[in-house]
């Protein structure tokens, strides 16, 4: 009988970057079995294109108030027949579907009633990678094998990337301001580095690189016209990626790009701080007040320049 698996992993891209290497661990330890990623619609071509899965499910977050909805989504998950499930979500949310799934399917989470608990009292206090780590150790999982992320990748051809870029991603949660360094300073880092600039982000970062642009005009505007794996095949051209705490940042530095992260205290790297070959963090209590000439240092060093 084929074993039928299910990996919760709903949001956010941070977080689903970081889940790169669990879903690579889960896909090793369970090489036969048909696993179904059940996520949201924003990460759809990432899991497609990803060599993990079988079936990819987008509709893992109903309205709680669209009754037929999440009706919909727990006969679906309770027909499906899964036989273990690992919730590397970990909310309430996702911790409520083990309803959904029925008590039958072996259970990796922090659920009531798992059969294979994250019972760590430190867990909230570790970093995203090493708390799924734990909590798949905890399920049985010993081999953690470095993911393939060759499919991360897609033709930008047609952007006419210039040699030698930075990639600036000025852009964070619009919902938490203080994580965002101001797009003027930016804007003069981009003025002091001294090599081509590339910004990307999405359709909400336009405006940021349009206020960059005025005082940058010499940078390439990409934002809102790339999607993730272009976003990662761009920054795997780039000399040096420098960004906020946020998804692309997270991207470009899994894709392998040598990065810049820049904390303020509304996150704490400690706990979410972007994971690549090559990843520095640049915290300040207030990002407002972060200096230039500290970022420019920190990312001159960063190319070998400093």
């Known amino acids: 009988m084929t074993e039928r698996i299910l990996v919760i992993k709903l949001a956010a891209l941070g977080d689903f970057v970081q889940a790169f290497a669990p879903f690579a661990a889960i ?16 990460f759809t071509a990432l899991a497609d294109a990803a060599p993990w899965f079988d079936a990819v499910w987008t509709d893992g977050r109903p309205d709680w108030l669209d ?31 083990r309803l959904f799934v029925g008590g039958a399917a072996e259970w990796s989470g922090i659920a ?8 760590d009292p430190m867990r909230d206090h570790l970093h995203t990678v090493e708390r799924q780590r734990g909590q798949l150790i905890a399920a049985g999982i010993r081999d953690f094998p ?49 090599m081509p600039v590339v910004i990307c982000g999405g359709p909400a970062e336009v405006p940021l690189a349009r206020e960059m642009m005025a005082a940058a005009p010499q940078a390439l505007d990409l934002t809102g016209r790339t999607d993730l794996r272009q976003l990662a095949a761009v920054a795997r051209q ?23 992260a820049l904390f303020g205290d509304e996150s704490d790297p400690a706990l979410c701080a972007p994971r690549g070959r090559a990843v520095q963090v640049l915290q300040h209590a ?9 970022v420019l240092r920190s990312t001159l060093a960063l190319s070998g320049e400093g």
């Open 27 to 42: 896909r090793a330890h369970h090489p036969r079995a048909h696993i179904t990623l059940l996520t949201t619609a924003p």
């Open 67 to 97: 009754l037929r909805e999440v009706a919909t989504l727990a006969l679906r998950l309770r027909r499906a027949g899964f036989t273990r499930v690992y919730d590397l979500q970990t909310s309430s949310r996702s911790s409520r579907y």
């Open 112 to 119: 009531r009633g798992a059969s294979h608990p994250h019972a």
């Open 146 to 194: 470095t993911p393939t992320l060759d499919w991360l990748n897609s033709d930008v051809a047609n952007f006419h990337l210039p040699e030698g870029f930075a990639l600036i991603l000025p852009g964070a949660s619009a919902a938490r301001p203080g994580k965002r360094w101001p797009a003027a300073h930016f804007a003069e880092l981009a003025v002091r580095l001294g």
């Open 238 to 260: 780039a000399r040096l990626a420098v960004g906020n705490d946020s998804g692309p940042t997270h991207l470009a530095a899994a894709s392998g790009c040598p990065t810049l």
């Open 286 to 294: 207030s990002l407002r007040a972060l200096g230039v000439e500290e």
